[in-house]
T-cell receptor, first 115, second 115 residues
């Protein structure tokens, strides 16, 4: 069985602060993929990043960075110098088992950036 | 800019009425998903198709829900008869099934309210 846990239900930070969203996953598969999606107040789900289980390199994209650690089964997401536009619900998701396309989502973290 | 297109965006209907939601996947994507999002259950997979063939519809209430892909450019999700508990956001998503843990892209969702 696959499981994704986002223990932080809601986070509020003041604009320009850094914030880290936690994601812990469980899977028995050796090959799997991890994703982050953003759901802004308008409601759509926006793809942010995909990571495969063979690549533990951290990734940085502008103010966003992701830290993947297989040893702790974590795939954390950091926003540096947060902005009001970052306010959204962020979902971590897991896809395992080549050929099984199902995405298992965490419950999401609601991030509010206070101006 | 390729995107998954869903209609209707918003639907209010009376209990007992039939509801049909439509989705146009991204051109060239051969895997199509229907997800439902509610406050209580979060994001849950209802069904998915590969090359128009249904692969998994175990998350879908069989007695009232049906999902089809009449052709590669159209997926439909039908509820008949609808019930208030069906009120949710229904997302269609598509992916290329490129064997690389393909990224799944979501539409903007169909917001359904059954009164």
């Amino acid at each position: 069985a696959q499981k994704v846990t986002q223990a932080q239900t809601e986070i509020s930070v003041v604009e320009k602060e850094d914030v880290t969203l936690d994601c812990v996953y469980e899977t028995r598969d050796t090959t799997y993929y991890l994703f982050w999606y953003k759901q802004p107040p308008s409601g759509e789900l926006v793809f942010l990043i995909r990571r495969n289980s063979f690549d533990e390199q951290n990734e940085i994209s502008g103010r966003y960075s992701w830290n993947f650690q297989k040893s702790t089964s974590s795939f954390n997401f950091t926003i540096t110098a947060s902005q009001v536009v970052d306010s959204a619900v962020y979902f971590c998701a897991l896809k395992a088992n080549f050929g099984n396309e199902k995405l298992t989502f965490g419950t999401g973290t609601r991030l509010t950036i206070i101006p | 800019d390729a995107r998954v297109t869903q209609t209707p965006r918003h639907k209010v209907t009376e209990m007992g009425q039939e509801v049909t939601m439509r989705c146009q996947p991204i051109l060239g994507h051969n895997t199509v998903f229907w997800y439902r999002q509610t406050m209580m259950q979060g994001l849950e997979l209802l069904a998915y198709f590969r090359n128009r063939a249904p692969l998994d519809d175990s998350g879908m209430p069989k007695d009232r829900f049906s999902a089809e892909m009449p052709d590669a450019t159209l997926a439909t999700l039908k509820i008949q008869p609808s019930e208030p508990r069906d009120s949710a956001v229904y997302f269609c998503a598509s992916g290329p099934n490129d064997g690389l843990g393909n990224t799944i892209y979501f539409g903007e969702g169909s917001w359904l309210t059954v009164v």
